[in-house]
C-alpha cells in the first residue's frame, strides 16, 4: 500500500527531501544513497524541490509488498520546437542501495553498483487540462522492481517487458515496455556505488515483437523520429492508437526486416513455456533421463549447467565474430560475473540449492531423435531463432517457466557446445542442446512458415522431421501447467 503526499511532508521514516546545499547536520540524518539520487533530481528541477511522491506506507525492509521507497514525481515542460511535449516525469528510489547498512542491498563497495545498479524513471505525456501527475506510473514500477527483487534480474538499456495489458488499466493500445537510458538524468556516484537511470518506454504488441524479432535498441531508435510515438525523449503517451508500422508502413520493411536480415536478432533467449522428450528412449527408462529422481526431489540443472546458460543469455546483446557458449569454469563462485554483485543470482538458478546435483555426476548423453514442445507464444519465436539468430552463427535458449529445464539451439559456428554435428542432440541433465545445420535450418523455415501467423492454426500443431528424428509441437498453455511439465 501506498499514499500520495508532498516529499517534503514528514513521514514516518523519511525525513524532508535535502537540496545538494543542505546543511551538513541535517544531510547526516538523511540517508546518503537517497540524498545523492536527489541531488541528481535537483539539478534538473531546481524550481520544485518538494515533490509530489507516492510512498510505500510499510517499507519493504519492514516486511511490507512494495520495494521502492518512493517515486518522485515532476512536471517538465519538454520542448515544443524540438517536438518534447510536456510530461510527467517519474523517478523511483530504492533498486539502489538508499541506506548503505545492508537493510535492502549489501553493500559491496563503492566502486561498483549500488544495490541493483540503477532506478527506473517513467516519462508521461501531460494531457491538457492536467494538474497534478497521474499514480498508476508509480504502480507499473513497484511491479517491475518486484519483479527485480524477486528474480534478482537487473534490466539493461534496450530489454522489453511483455505486460500484455494496457499499462494504465484502461483501453490503451500500450500494452509492453522497452527500456532505455534516461535522456536527461546521469549516472549518479553514491557512497554505496553507481546508479544509473532507465526510463520504461510504452509500445503497442507490434513494436514489442518487432522488438523481440530484431533488438530493442533499433525499435527504440526507430520511436525516437516518430514524434507521436515518442519522440527524442521517447514520452509515452497512452492515447496513441496507431503503431509506428501503421504511421510509416516502409518502416517494417526497409528497417526492420532488413535490421534482421543484415544484422540477426540480439535476443538470445527467452523464459517460456516449453518442454522436450528423449524419443529415442522407452518412457518407463527413467535411468539418467532429464526426469530422474533423487530422494524425493526431481533432478535440477547444475549450478554450473545454469551459469552458462545464464550466460548464454546475458550475452544474447553482444555480437561476437565467433559466437561462443560460454565454458564451465569451476574457478567461478556462485555463478558471479565481474558486473554483477555477489549476493545476486540469476534467474536460471534452481529454485532449490538443496536439490541440485553436482555437475561431475551428471554426464552428457547423446539423443537418436527427440520431441520438443511449446506453447503457442514461444513457439512463434522460433522462426525468429532460426532466421535472427542460427543463419548468423550464433544461439538462442528456451528456459522453461514451469519447470527446470532449458533448450538451446546453436549452429555450426557457436563453439562450447556439447551437441556436435555427428550427435546433434545432446543433453546435460534437464538441458537439451540441438545442433542444426544451416541446410535444415533453411528447410524449417520452409516448413514451419505458418507460425508466423500463429492467428491461423488451430491448437495442437504438430511439425516433423522424420529423416533428422525431430518433432515440434505447438501445444495449448494448459498443457504445461499439469505436473509433468
Known amino acids: ?34 540524498h545523492a539520487i536527489y541531488g541528481e533530481c535537483r539539478r534538473l528541477y531546481p524550481d520544485q524541490p518538494n515533490p509530489l511522491q507516492v510512498t510505500a506506507i510499510v517499507k519493504y525492509w519492514l516486511g511490507g509488498p512494495d520495494p521502492l521507497d518512493y517515486v518522485s ?65 508509480a504502480e507499473l514500477m513497484q511491479g517491475l522492481a518486484r519483479y527485480v527483487f524477486q528474480s534478482e534480474n537487473t534490466f539493461c538499456s534496450g530489454d522489453h517487458v511483455s505486460w500484455h495489458s494496457p499499462l494504465d488499466n484502461s483501453e490503451s493500445r ?34 514489442l515483437h518487432a522488438a523481440q524479432q530484431w533488438n530493442g535498441q533499433g525499435i527504440l531508435e526507430l520511436l525516437r523520429t ?55 528412449r522407452p518412457p518407463e527408462d527413467d535411468e539418467d533421463s532429464r526426469s530422474i529422481c533423487v530422494g524425493a526431489q526431481p533432478r535440477r540443472l547444475s549450478g554450473k549447467d545454469t551459469e552458462q546458460i545464464r550466460e548464454t543469455l546475458r550475452r544474447g546483446l553482444e555480437i561476437n565474430s565467433k559466437p561462443v557458449l560460454p565454458p564451465i569454469n569451476p574457478q567461478r563462485q556462485n555463478g558471479l560475473t565481474h558486473d554483477r554483485a555477489p549476493s545476486r543470482k540469476d534467474s536460471l538458478e534452481s529454485d532449490s540449492s538443496t536439490a541440485i546435483i553436482p555437475h ?40 522453461s517457466i514451469t519447470g527446470d529445464m532449458a533448450i538451446t539451439f546453436v549452429s ?8 556436435t554435428e555427428e550427435h546433434p542432440y545432446a543433453a546435460h541433465g534437464p538441458w537439451l542442446q540441438i545442433l542444426l545445420t544451416e541446410e535444415f535450418v533453411e528447410k524449417m523455415l520452409e516448413d514451419l512458415e505458418d507460425l508466423t501467423s500463429p492467428e491461423e492454426f488451430k491448437l495442437p500443431k504438430e511439425y516433423s522431421w522424420p529423416e533428422k528424428k525431430l518433432k515440434v509441437s505447438i501445444l495449448p498453455d494448459v498443457v504445461f501447467d499439469s505436473p509433468l511439465h
Open 360 to 399: 561431475e555426476l551428471i554426464r552428457t548423453r547423446q539423443l537418436e531423435s527427440v520431441h520438443l514442445k511449446f506453447n503457442q507464444e514461444s513457439g512463434a519465436l522460433i522462426p525468429l531463432c532460426l532466421r535472427g539468430r542460427l543463419l548468423h552463427g550464433r544461439h538462442f535458449t528456451y528456459k
Open 73 to 137: 514525481m515532476y512536471r517538465n515542460v519538454g520542448s515544443p520546437s524540438a517536438n518534447i511535449p510536456e510530461h510527467w516525469h517519474y523517478i523511483s528510489f530504492g533498486l539502489s542501495d538508499l541506506y548503505g547498512d545492508n537493510r535492502v542491498h549489501e553493500f559491496t563497495g563503492t566502486d561498483g553498483p549500488s544495490g541493483f545498479g540503477f532506478e527506473l524513471t517513467f516519462r508521461l505525456k501531460r494531457e491538457t487540462g492536467e494538474s497534478a501527475p497521474p499514480t498508476w506510473p
Open 412 to 419: 555450426t559456428g557457436v563453439e562450447g557446445a556439447f551437441a
Open 226 to 280: 516518430v514524434p507521436v510515438a515518442g519522440g527524442p525523449w521517447l514520452i509515452t503517451d497512452m492515447r496513441r492508437g496507431e503503431t509506428i508500422f501503421e504511421i510509416d508502413p516502409h518502416l517494417q520493411q526497409e528497417r526492420v526486416d532488413k535490421g534482421i536480415e543484415t544484422d540477426g536478432s540480439n535476443l538470445s533467449g527467452v523464459s517460456a513455456k516449453c518442454a522436450w522428450d528423449d524419443l529415442s
Open 174 to 207: 500500450i500494452q509492453h515496455m522497452l527500456l532505455t537510458e534516461d535522456p536527461q538524468m546521469q549516472p549518479v556516484q553514491t557512497p554505496f556505488g553507481v546508479v544509473t537511470f532507465l526510463q520504461i518506454v510504452g509500445v503497442c504488441t507490434e513494436e
Open 1 to 34: 500500500m501506498a499514499e500520495l503526499r508532498p516529499s517534503g511532508a514528514p513521514g514516518p521514516t523519511a525525513p524532508p527531501a535535502p537540496g545538494p546545499t543542505a546543511p551538513p547536520a541535517f544531510a547526516s540524518l538523511f540517508p546518503p544513497g537517497l
